[in-house]
């Protein structure tokens, strides 16, 4: 009986820390793609700034030019 609860004991905290590995692999993996969609919002921003500012730089250009 005491054996049988010892292997079940072991056997437990075994998958529990299969368990807790899993879950630490799985948070890291969905840090990892959290930071990149977050610099892929940034660079979307960035270039959405650089885009407002070329036409506006070509609408001064075009004013001088007039």
Known sequence: MF???AVF???A???RD??????S?????HNKLVAERDDLRNEIERKQRLA???IAARGNM???LD
């Open 13 to 15: 905290k075994k998958e």
């Open 3 to 5: 054996r049988a609860e």
């Open 52 to 54: 407002i500012q070329a």
């Open 25 to 29: 692999m799985a948070m890291k993996q």
């Open 18 to 23: 299969e368990a807790v590995d899993k879950m």
């Open 9 to 11: 004991r072991i056997e």
């Open 62 to 64: 075009k004013e001088h």
